[in-house]
């Protein structure tokens, strides 16, 4: 006789699965069971489906068919199941990837909830601490695309099509008359005469090794390759959109320079951006980009996460500070900035604070609106200059510019820009973005406080250390699946896990309820 395992029994108390199970199960999905059909029934419910697929990520297993042995083999599995057979491995990589990403915010949503009813995340004690990394896309490393070069292309066949087509058309009785760039709805125009005109003098198409193709074949197959060349071109460049380049096998995925460098030469890899907002050690949010800088991240993600929760404080590191940024935040005055300066570092040191050629260890007068160099000449303002960015946003630089740099002593200390005029006829010149420049040293200011040290203390620790985790604990440094909603499914269950992992070690070690790490003076 064959009995059942009992597996409530054989699981501890304290075991992290009684905890997911625990979570999991005072949370509402209904927005996770609306992504399925009415009609019918399920053989597996979502709330099964997301345990063991949270579970997984928990003890780094990813895969679906890793996870289909694991329910098969593995008690705490089994747990999760409640009796029910293992799932195969499509009906979870379904579940990952057509239900989960649908409504993925929702459910990490849900999540804070429950976590922010037990105590665990307060907006109000703790901080927004935001932080990204870029992960590499399980796309192919060697299928690229540049946008560059796919504009060098049509510039090439521009320049060909310009040459050449004036003669095949006249050589086939057409006439050219296009000005400026050749479209492919020309091209078009002209393959539909050149077809009428075969048709009509009843001209054969020939193919194959000893067979003579006539000019009107020749030129309506080059026709055709150029309208075929052109439309893949455009295609590419659409894709590309504001990025610079795309991955072949994964379109949403932008190659990218990751720290782990296993050829030790730079490669560039296909991958995200992907930024996390951590709330009492807990994420609240995440934001999948395939921006390669922070900056373009910053607006969108904090959007989203002033439409989900009461965000108070913000705390960003020196790679998310712009004048865009700097001005979004002026915009909402509800939320409280604290963002590390990109030369903040810098500052401390003596190179720094005697270098005369910065701005910053110049004299300024606000009154007549001058600087005054290190040998008491005025550098006046002599202009302004605007310059719009790829998101719309307009930032204004004054010139300033000394007359009197003409047999100036420390002429090579204050000018250190390249340019091909010999230094004898530079002079000083000087732009500055005054807003930015002022937002930067009130900054200066707000994160020397006794607050500001804390929380950039705590950022340190709670948001960088989510990558710390993930990537060294859980070994999690490739996505398993193609596009943006894909993918942000995946980290979803990659943040869940995290979250229910983290507030088992706080109970382990009795800091549950704690919300900031205190400061300790050694």
């Known amino acids: 006789m064959c009995l059942p395992i009992i597996t409530e029994i054989n699981i501890p108390k304290e075991d992290p699965v009684r905890l997911l199970s625990a979570i999991v199960e005072r949370m509402n999905l209904k927005e996770l069971f609306a992504t399925y059909s009415e009609m019918g029934r399920n053989e597996y419910s979502p709330r099964i489906l997301l345990k063991i697929c949270i579970y997984g990520y928990m003890r780094k297993i990813v895969s679906t068919r890793e996870i289909q042995k694991a329910c098969r083999e593995n008690i705490n599995f089994m747990y999760l199941l409640e009796g029910a057979a293992e799932p195969d491995h499509n009906t979870i990589h379904r579940f990952r990837s057509q239900h989960l990403s649908v409504c993925q915010d929702a459910i990490q949503q849900e999540m804070t909830r429950v976590l922010r009813e037990m105590g665990e995340i307060s907006f109000e004690e ?41 003669e095949m058309l006249k050589s086939v009785g057409m006439r050219f008359y296009i000005e ?4 492919s709805k020309h091209l078009k125009k002209y393959r539909k005469k050149l077809c009428a005109i075969i048709e009509e003098q009843k001209i054969e198409k020939v193919s194959g090794k000893g067979k003579h193709k ?18 893949e071109y455009t295609k590419k ?53 395939s921006d ?28 998310y500070e712009s004048d865009e940024n700097y001005s979004y935040f002026e915009q909402h005055p ?24 910065r701005r910053e260890n110049m004299d300024y007068n606000r009154e007549n609106d001058t600087y005054t160099c290190a040998e008491g000449k005025q550098l006046i303002n002599v202009g302004t200059k605007r310059a719009k960015s790829s998101t719309g946003f307009v930032s204004e630089k004054v010139i300033y510019e000394c007359s009197g740099c003409e047999g100036c002593p420390r002429k090579a200390e204050c000018i250190r820009s390249k340019s091909k005029m010999p230094l004898e006829k530079r002079s000083k010149r000087l732009e500055v973005a005054q807003h930015f420049a002022e937002q930067r040293s009130i900054m200066e200011e707000k994160i020397s406080t006794d607050e500001g040290k804390q929380l950039r203390m705590n950022r340190s620790i709670q948001a960088e250390g989510v990558f710390a985790y993930t990537k060294t ?50």
């Open 334 to 357: 509800d939320l409280n900035l604290y963002v590390k300066p990109a030369n903040h570092e810098q500052m401390k040191h003596k190179k720094y604070k005697t270098d005369i050629s």
């Open 126 to 166: 703790s901080a927004v601490f935001i932080d990204g990394t870029k992960i590499e896309s399980v796309g192919n490393r060697y299928q690229f695309v540049w946008k560059k070069s796919v504009e060098k292309n049509m510039e090439k066949l521009q320049k060909t099509m310009a040459e050449k087509l004036p």
């Open 237 to 289: 460049v659409h894709i590309c959109g504001n990025r610079s380049s795309y991955c072949k096998t994964d379109e949403e995925a932008t190659f990218m320079r990751m720290k782990e460098d296993h050829m030790l030469n730079g490669q560039l890899k296909p991958g995200y951006n992907v930024n996390v907002a951590t709330v009492s050690e807990y994420i609240v949010g995440t934001y999948i980009s």
């Open 214 to 231: 006539t000019q009107y074949q020749r030129v309506l197959e080059t026709l055709e390759e150029w309208i075929r060349r052109i439309r």
């Open 292 to 319: 390669r800088t922070d900056t373009l991240t910053t607006i969108p993600f904090m959007d989203k996460l002033r439409g989900a929760y009461p965000v108070k404080r913000v705390v960003y590191d020196s790679g």
């Open 180 to 183: 400026g760039e050749i479209k």
């Open 473 to 522: 604990d859980l070994c999690f440094r490739r996505f398993m699946t193609h596009g943006k909603k894909r993918v942000g499914a995946e980290w979803t269950l990659l943040a869940m896990a995290y979250n229910v992992l983290r507030m088992h070690h706080k109970a382990e070690n009795g800091r549950l309820g704690t919300h900031l790490h205190e400061m300790t003076v050694a």
